[in-house]
T-cell receptor, first 116, second 112 residues
Framework: GAVVSQHPSWVICKSGTSVKIECRSLDFQATTMFWYRQFPKQSLMLMATSNEGSKATYEQGVEKDKFLINHASLTLSTLTVTSAHPEDSSFYIC?????WGTGELFFGEGSRLTVL | GENVEQHPSTLSVQEGDSAVIKCTYSDSASNYFPWYKQELGKGPQLIIDIRSNVGEKKDQRIAVTLNKTAKHFSLHITETQPEDSAVYFCAAGGSTLGRLYFGRGTQLTVWP
């Protein structure tokens, strides 16, 4: 199956700093990637849709200035949590699809962010 | 938008028994229904999916059934093994390009 890689798998940072998470599609090109946030024992919450070469589309209630998304190439999307605070601590997961119109998505391994 | 309901939230079975997880959806335009398995601290892994033009799909011990009229689909795991223990998510999509709507998840525990 298709492989989507996330980096880092976990990160600890101080409050007020910014953290960047990378999402790469390793064996296919993805014009669109998705970023999710997952709290313990809960489902995946879609944060934004990352579009290659254009601005991301954010879900209602997600602060676009807080969660900066850049999709500079067909294989890489980045999520930057700016001025992180303890409430931003969460599990962040990205996904990408190989063939649009089929809906099939492959997920990265996730990135655990802990803000002290 | 789409609303996906998933039941049960927790399921415990004895090794070798079958496990069934059920989901319903609201948007009749949805045409793609994947199931994901998520182990602790990892991202979801696609285990099986079904499209609206078929009613059942099977892959070894895993099967999925779809009833479009009733708008529900189910995951069936036979001969369960302890390594099947994980959280399983159903999802529905296809009406909006690449967008999936997830159920709340089922924690499956298989006791040896």
């Amino acid at each position: 199956g298709a492989v989507v890689s996330q980096h880092p798998s976990w990160v600890i940072c101080k409050s007020g700093t910014s953290v960047k998470i990378e999402c790469r599609s390793l064996d296919f090109q993805a014009t669109t990637m998705f970023w999710y946030r997952q709290f313990p024992k809960q489902s995946l919450m879609l944060m934004a849709t990352s579009n290659e070469g254009s601005k991301a589309t954010y879900e209602q209630g997600v602060e676009k200035d807080k969660f900066l998304i850049n999709h500079a190439s067909l294989t890489l999307s980045t999520l930057t949590v700016t001025s992180a605070h303890p409430e931003d601590s969460s599990f962040y997961i990205c996904s990408a699809g190989r063939e649009w119109g089929t809906g099939e998505l492959f997920f990265g391994e996730g990135s655990r962010l802990t803000v002290l | 938008g789409e609303n996906v309901e998933q039941h049960p939230s927790t399921l415990s079975v004895q090794e070798g028994d079958s496990a069934v997880i059920k989901c319903t959806y609201s948007d009749s335009a949805s045409n793609y229904f994947p199931w994901y398995k998520q182990e602790l601290g990892k991202g979801p892994q696609l285990i099986i999916d079904i499209r609206s033009n078929v009613g059942e799909k099977k892959d070894q011990r895993i099967a999925v059934t779809l009833n479009k009229t009733a708008k529900h689909f189910s995951l069936h795991i036979t001969e369960t093994q302890p390594e099947d223990s994980a959280v399983y998510f159903c999802a529905a999509g296809g009406s909006t390009l690449g967008r999936l709507y997830f159920g709340r998840g089922t924690q499956l525990t298989v006791w040896p």
